[in-house]
């Protein structure tokens, strides 16, 4: 389920931040210097809590990166892109269709790079294993002595 969350953000980013506008979007650390405006997408926090009846609350943390590249203006390409993620990632959708909010949006902006966090929450339902139960019992009258 965690990579469905994260392959349907990326497919929100590759929507927003297309390639043939020069972004490019990697779901793996890419230790380089960048010359185009680059996203680095993961987790930062995946936590499960349960709730009765076999429902648990998953909540998964995404934690995109944003390096301008080299830019002549990069503050104001930052600030613009801060507003599409907060707009444009409020709302994912999972391969199958169901529409996942985001919550929690946090943007954070040091030395020049975008930290962008979001939460995706959603129920997940597991089906508990049936045991067997027995097929017939005899009881017998008496007294044991």
């Known amino acids: 389920m965690c990579r469905e969350v994260l392959d349907a953000v990326v497919r929100r980013l590759t ?5 043939e506008d020069g972004y490019v979007i990697f779901t793996n ?4 210097q960048f010359l185009n405006p680059v ?3 993961g987790f ?3 936590s ?11 909540s998964n943390g ?17 600030e613009q892109v801060s507003e599409m993620l907060l ?10 269709g169901s529409l996942l909010r985001g919550t929690d949006r946090v943007i954070k902006i040091e030395d020049g790079i975008l930290d962008f966090k979001v939460n995706y929450n959603m ?4 089906q508990k294993e049936t045991e067997q139960t027995m097929e017939s019992v005899n009881v017998e009258k008496g007294l044991v002595k």
């Open 15 to 19: 929507e927003m931040f297309p390639e």
């Open 29 to 32: 650390t890419v230790e380089t």
């Open 39 to 41: 996203f680095l997408v």
């Open 44 to 46: 930062n926090q995946i």
């Open 48 to 58: 499960e809590k349960s709730y009765p009846g076999g429902r648990y609350l998953r």
């Open 62 to 78: 995404m934690h995109i990166r944003y390096f301008p590249g080299k830019k002549t203006q990069p503050n104001g390409e930052i």
């Open 87 to 96: 707009k444009g990632l409020e709302y994912v959708t999972l391969e199958e």
């Open 123 to 126: 129920f997940l339902y597991r």
